[in-house]
C-alpha cells in the first residue's frame, strides 16, 4: 500500500537521520585530540600557529554545530572526507571499500552457516522432542551459548595455528601475495579460524529459535490433519511444519546481522583480520573522525538494508502477512 510504503520510508528516513547525527557526535565525545597523530611525535615541538593551521586544514577550527552542517552538506555529496590516519591521500571512501569485503566475506559466510545449520539441528531436536537428541543438542548447544567469541577464537589459535599448524594464525592473506586460485586458497584458509569462531557464536541462536518455533507448528491443527491424511512423516516435516516456522529465523538472521557487525569487531581484531572491526578499532585509538563516522555509516546502512530485505522477503514467506498487508 502506498501509504505504508511511505510510512516506512518516513520511519527509516528518521532512523539514518538520527545514527547520522550519533555518528558524528559519539567520536568527538571520546578524550584526546586528533592532532596529535595528523602532527605525530613533532606536535610537541609545533608551534601554536602551525597547530592552528592544521586544525583549520581539517576543518577541526570551526564550532562543533558549523562542523556537522559541512558533515552533511559533504554526505549529500557522496564526500566522507579524508582519513587522519592514512596519509597519501586516501579518502575514508577507498579505505572503507578495502575494508568492506573481508567483513563481508566474514559476516555472510558465518550468518549463513549459522543460520543453515542451527536452523537444520533446531528443526530435528524440535522434531524429536524429549529424546536423548534433543536433549543432548540442548545441552552442547546452550553450554556454546555461554562462552565469549573473544575465547573461542584465543583457543583455536594455539590449538590448530600453533600446535596443529594446519591453518594461519591471523591477517587476511599471506605475504607475498598469492595470484589466481592459489591466492583463493590462501584467502580461504585465513578465513577459516574466524568464520568458525563467528559461526559457533551465532548457532546456538538460531537452534533455539527454530526449535521453539516448530514446536508451535507441530502443535497446530492443519499439522495433525496433514497426518490424518496420510501424509509421510518427512513431508510433514518439511512441506508443511518447516516453512510456518521460518519467520522467526528470519527475523533472527537480521538481528544476528547487526550483531555481528559490531561483534566482528573483536574477532577482527584477535585474528588481525583486515577488515572494517579491525580499521575501527585502529580508528578509536587515533581519534580518526572522518574514519569512524564512515564505519558507522557503513554498519547504520547494513542494518537499515537487511531489515528491508526482511519485510519484503515477509510476505513470500507466509501468506498470511501479505492477507494483512492487503
Do not use: C
Not at 559519539?26 to 584526546?32: K, N, V
Not at 554526505?75 to 596519509?87: A, C, E, F, V
Not at 577507498?94 to 567483513?103: F, I, R, S
Request: glycine share 8%; aromatic share 10%; charged share 15%.
Amino acid at each position: 500500500m502506498p501509504s505504508q510504503f511511505l510510512r516506512r520510508l518516513l520511519e527509516y528516513t528518521l532512523t539514518l537521520f538520527v545514527a547520522l547525527t550519533l555518528n558524528f557526535l559519539l567520536p568527538r565525545l571520546m578524550p584526546g585530540d586528533p592532532m596529535a597523530l595528523i602532527a605525530g611525535s613533532a606536535v610537541q615541538q609545533m608551534g601554536e600557529e602551525k597547530i592552528l593551521e592544521l586544525r583549520a586544514a581539517y576543518g577541526l577550527d570551526k564550532p562543533l554545530p558549523e562542523q556537522y552542517l559541512v558533515y552533511l552538506g559533504n554526505l549529500l555529496h557522496g564526500d566522507l572526507g579524508q582519513s587522519y590516519r592514512y596519509s597519501g591521500g586516501r579518502g575514508v571512501m577507498e579505505v572503507l571499500a578495502g575494508a568492506l569485503v573481508w567483513t563481508l566475506l566474514l559476516v555472510a559466510t558465518s550468518l549463513t552457516l549459522a543460520t543453515l545449520l542451527g536452523s537444520a539441528l533446531g528443526a530435528w531436536a524440535a522434531w524429536r522432542r524429549g529424546s536423548a537428541t534433543d536433549l543432548g543438542l540442548l545441552g552442547v548447544l546452550f553450554t556454546l551459548r555461554s562462552v565469549p567469541a573473544f575465547w573461542l577464537a584465543m583457543i583455536f589459535i594455539p590449538v590448530f595455528a600453533v600446535q596443529l599448524r594446519w591453518l594461519p594464525s591471523g591477517d587476511s592473506y599471506s605475504f607475498p601475495r598469492e595470484t589466481g586460485w592459489a591466492n583463493v586458497k590462501d584467502v580461504a584458509l585465513h578465513a577459516i579460524l574466524p568464520v568458525a569462531t563467528l559461526t559457533l557464536a551465532t548457532l546456538p541462536t538460531a537452534f533455539a529459535i527454530m526449535r521453539a518455533a516448530m514446536l508451535d507448528v507441530l502443535g497446530e491443527d492443519y499439522i495433525r490433519t496433514a497426518r490424518a491424511k496420510g501424509v509421510r512423516e518427512r513431508g510433514v516435516l518439511y512441506r508443511h511444519a518447516l516453512r510456518n516456522a521460518l519467520l522467526p529465523v528470519v527475523t533472527s538472521f537480521a538481528l544476528d546481522f547487526g550483531q555481528l557487525l559490531g561483534g566482528v569487531t573483536l574477532i577482527e581484531t584477535v585474528f588481525n583480520y583486515r577488515g572494517l572491526g579491525l580499521m575501527m578499532f585502529e580508528a578509536v585509538k587515533s581519534r580518526d573522525y572522518p574514519l569512524l563516522q564512515g564505519g558507522f555509516l557503513v554498519f547504520t546502512l547494513g542494518v537499515i538494508l537487511i531489515n528491508l530485505w526482511v519485510e519484503w522477503l515477509y510476505p513470500r514467506l507466509d501468506p498470511r502477512v501479505r492477507r494483512r498487508e492487503a
